[in-house]
């Protein structure tokens, strides 16, 4: 698969895995891909770790449907029906999870290139996880990101040390297929964007 096939073809799983493993050798690509990410001073600032644990995945799909929850008392109207009908999350039907995680310290104190931006090393491992993501999607596999979550609860049920930051849960897996059109246009939450309406030229233009 080239570079923009697998950048248009990707799309946030929810429905679609099959609950089988990922093979070792294609979680070690996808993963080597990731750690290939470009980063603000050579910090490489992320780690990742690998959920196959069904007690913990099962502890945080709870916390994530106890936020669903929340999120939808906030809603009313043909704006809360749109939403009862979109499924969140694959993190029980996948079989693996991967959290990403941001380490501010990573590269010590003087970070070449993080002087002026203090958020340019959480862009990095942003790089990172779309890295995964697109090689993911060259490899016939789904990732869903799971956002429906607290950080210190996620920090809590990994033991995530203090100062670490939990940046994406990500649900990887086999897949019956990827959607032709992403979920939450799929189900009329919202369209995309034309790409002339994002373009502007020297100034920002209403």
């Not at 923009?4 to 993963?31: K, N, Q, S, W």
């Not at 644990?53 to 906030?74: I, K, M, P, W």
């Not at 203090?118 to 990095?124: E, H, T």
Request: proline share 6%.
């Amino acid at each position: 698969m080239d570079l923009y096939t697998a950048i248009h073809r990707r799309r946030d799983v929810r429905a679609e895995f099959t609950g089988e493993p990922v093979p070792d050798e294609t979680l070690h690509r996808i993963l080597d891909a990731a750690h290939a990410a470009p980063s603000v001073g050579y910090s490489q600032p992320w780690d990742f770790v690998l959920v196959r644990d069904v007690g913990l995945r099962r502890r945080f799909h709870e916390h994530v449907r106890q936020e669903r929850d929340v999120f939808a008392a906030t809603l009313s109207g043909e704006a809360a029906r749109r939403f009862a009908r979109i499924k969140i999350d694959g993190v029980l039907e996948s079989t693996l999870s991967v959290v990403v995680t941001y380490d501010p310290s990573r590269g010590g104190r003087d970070v070449l290139g993080r002087h002026a931006i203090a958020d340019a090393g959480l862009y990095s491992v942003c790089l990172a996880i779309q890295n995964l993501w697109l090689a993911a999607t060259a490899e016939g596999l789904g990732v869903g990101w799971v956002s429906f979550y607290r950080e210190p609860f996620l920090a809590e049920l990994l033991g995530i040390p203090v100062g670490i930051r939990p940046v994406a849960w990500l649900c990887v897996g086999p897949v019956t297929h990827l959607e032709s059109v992403p979920d939450l246009a799929r189900h009329g939450w919202r369209q995309k964007r034309p790409l002339a309406e994002a373009l502007h030229a020297d100034r920002w233009t209403p």
